[in-house]
């Protein structure tokens, strides 16, 4: 099905300068380690050893965090932490490819370890291999002794899929394990807004900006689900929340170019349900 031609809305003059689809951006997202005002305004699947401390990172600071960290996994490309944070930084700065590399070598010297299967089961599916990463974080679990975190992951990796009853039902067993883990109920809101379905995706990301926990991005979320019914000075409260002004402007800006193709959502959805797509030109 062609997707249709986005226009900026009316009320809001936001330059349309993100080109990818919607939904590829919120995806990305979903499988992104976690939210940064330079990228995506969503939440990630599975938190690795470097997460909590990147997440505050600007851009030259996540560059110079992976130069130090390739100069330390070039010296022992055999140290887990090294090659596990790697990576994740490299995921962070784009570089998916080269972060797949580091956690293929990082995966063989630990070929049992769950929190290694799990990132390199991120890596791949951030690099496009998504069916290899649906097996490799299937392998990290087990079934003794199930893993939220894991669960949350496969969610994830099977909305990318266009699977989401499955990805939902994933989320909801990885509540079972964590009840309202604010990153889990964001990314099941997300799935819903992938589905277009915006009211129920509110209300998801609503609770989960409501936990002890909730992050900036899951916030950014809820901005986002927020903006694309039309509420968009709520939405952009949302997006400064807890942030500095040079880190709210960047969310801000980012969130702005995404309303941008707020008239297709308009015609694809109607009281929040989804509605069929019609072929009106490309992306």
């Known amino acids: 099905m062609v997707a249709p031609r986005y226009q900026p809305h009316p009320r809001r003059a936001f330059r349309a300068s993100v080109h990818l689809s919607l939904s590829a951006i ?14 995506e305004l969503t939440t990630g699947s599975i938190p690795t050893t470097a997460s909590a401390g990147s997440a ?20 022992n490309p055999k140290d887990r932490t090294v090659g596990l944070n790697y990576a994740n930084v490299l995921r962070m700065t784009g570089r998916n490819d080269q972060a797949l590399a580091v956690m293929q070598q990082v995966a063989i010297q630990y070929p ?65 394990i964590q009840p309202n883990e604010p990153s889990v109920l964001s990314n099941l ?42 509420r968009f000075a709520e939405a952009e409260a949302i997006a400064r929340q807890e942030l500095s002004p040079q880190q709210a402007e960047a969310n801000v800006a980012y969130l702005r170019s995404i309303l941008s193709q707020q008239n ?13 797509a019609t072929d009106t030109g490309t992306n």
């Open 189 to 230: 809101g997300m799935s819903y807004l992938l589905s277009k379905d915006l009211k129920t995706a509110e209300t998801y990301l609503r609770k989960a900006s409501e936990q002890p926990g909730a992050d900036s991005g899951v916030r950014q979320n809820l901005a986002l689900a927020i903006g694309l019914q039309g």
């Open 26 to 39: 919120i995806i990305s997202g979903l499988l992104a380690g976690c939210a940064s005002p330079r990228k």
């Open 112 to 176: 049992a370890d769950r929190e290694v299967l799990a990132a390199y089961g991120k890596s791949q599916a951030a690099a496009g291999q998504l069916d290899q990463a649906l097996v490799t974080v299937g392998r990290a679990q087990t079934p003794d002794r199930p893993d939220w975190k894991l669960k949350s992951a496969e969610g994830a990796i099977l909305d990318q899929l266009g699977r989401s009853p499955e990805a939902r039902q994933r989320y909801r067993e990885a509540l079972d």
């Open 264 to 276: 297709a959502w308009q015609k694809l959805t109607k009281d929040g349900k989804p509605a069929k």
């Open 56 to 75: 505050s990172m600007n851009a030259g600071q996540l560059n110079a965090a992976a130069q130090s960290l390739g100069k330390a996994y070039e010296k």
